[in-house]
């Protein structure tokens, strides 16, 4: 519609304020009541879209907050479908974070609260409303400092008959995991996943992909809010917030889970337990010192250890080591053991263990610290665990394209000056590569990119060069080997684009080939027998890359 076209004898187009495939948004006035109104307008052509937007406009009538845009007119011409609702001055969540990153903690539990207060409508409404879709996009902040949410395009009415969601929507990076599973329905519980993972990306500016505690990325912010957000993205329903009233009441007492609250709640309760212990002391002095013995037998370190290795079960020996960890927070045993012997015992790290185990060092076992920062006072302990941390997650955690928590534990194992030089340089390499992961592809805030596909070109090589077998092991050989064959293979475009040249890619892959047939040991070897299948389908992945390669390069001839 052209500027100064009149709606409905009313509605006076000013101009065009957003636009999408099948509609658009005009800023109008209403110049009887000197107010202005957004105008969606959605065409007809597509049947498909103008249902949903039907679905949407239906279902947010019903709705009044002051958080939320209200519509007030909807008028149907015979090409369209115009929807006048409130205008939001101001901007999304998104632009901001794009000019200023990371928002000050204040802030976001400001918005955090007022999101918990629309939610809760949303979720107790007849029937409730669930969101799905809780991203910066779509929450707008005003000139007055209050937010909006808005697109409710991806809202469901909460059904209690059905099986599970009729279609999956929801963003990828923020949904919950239950909103990609063929059984079980959205529900409130999955609004609350995806503030949470909202939360984090507003308190550190990361991308929702690189969703790890918040104290990891900035050790300033409140390690009770980082509490908060982990109960908040858990990937079992059941183990987040049940409803946005009780996140709510979490977000506002956040600071009662920090050390130094804690601290000074102790300290409080200092006067009156030793008032107490006295008193019981006094009459019964014999029964009190038996039972301090036995307590003192039955919970001491090496106890709590022994029951979780003779444990009939994961969650007995889970309950075990953590009791260890609470009794001595530096010592690196029990931690190792709950990894190595609990989580990987089926040679996989699951998101669900990957999570318990954070749990664990970031709680506060005395109160005063993390566990974390209590074994990093044990340096060498630290280094091991770090190690066997990193190597856990870069080879055995099941989301193969996250390796953010594996660098992290990596570049700490690297820097080790007291481990294996081997473990060290092991560790150099692969967290070189788990940098790529969370670096290639992004944006910079100067909008250039991060890392270009010739840097990693070049890293990729270099970390291949040599007799990998000899410098290291077989192992780590073949994973580099499959690293730069497997990224010849599918980024054989982006490598070329960005000035690989087709001789340097064949000539790696060759170099590959030479070293699987004179680095690595006979056939007869044991080690050699349990990597056969790993490395056929190397040789097979080195056919396909050398066919990618070549195909890439004449498709640029032709086009030439």
Known sequence: ???????????????????????????????????????????KNDVHHLHANKREIEMMKKLKHPHLPGIVDVIENRDSLLIVMDYIEGRSLQDILAEYGAQPQKDVL???????????????RKPAVIYRDMKPANVMLKPDGNIMLIDFGAAREYKPQNARDTISLGTRGYAAPEQYEKEGQSDARTDIYCLGVMLFQLLTGESPHALCPICQINPSLSSGLEAVLVR?????????????RELMYALEHYFEWDAEYQRQQRKKLVPFMASLMLTAALEAGAVVSAWKGLEARNHNYEACLLLARSAVSAEEAVRNYRAAVTLDPSRKEAYMELLEEVFLDDNV???????????????????????EQALKKNRIGYEEFAYAAGIAYYYKYEEKSNKKSAKVYLEIAAASERLDEKK?????????????YSRIGTIDEAGDMAVTYRDYWEDLTALSAGNLVEMDN???????????????CTRTMEFRDSGVQKEEMLQQILSVREHLQTDFRSPGDHRRRLIEDEMDALWKDMERAERMVLSAFDREKEGE
């Not at 060092?361 to 109160?367: E, N, R």
């Open 349 to 371: 790290l699951t998101a669900g263990e990957s999570e318990e185990l954070r749990s664990v060092l970031i709680a506060y076992g005395d109160g005063k610290q993390t566990n």
């Open 424 to 436: 060290t340089e092991r560790s150099r390499r692969l967290a070189v590569i788990a940098d790529y």
């Open 474 to 488: 077989e192992r780590t050989a073949l994973v580099m080997y499959e690293e730069l064959i497997g990224q010849i």
């Open 110 to 124: 400001k918005w955090a609260g007022q999101l918990c207060d629309v939610l809760s409508y949303l979720h107790t």
């Open 1 to 43: 519609m052209e500027p100064g076209t009149l709606i409905d004898g009313k509605y006076k187009i000013l101009n065009v304020i957003g636009r999408g495939g099948m509609s658009i948004v005009y800023l109008a006035m209403n110049e009887r009541v000197n107010k202005q109104w957004a105008v969606k307008e959605i065409l």
């Open 232 to 244: 908040c993205t858990q990937v079992k329903k059941e183990n987040r917030y049940q409803s946005c």
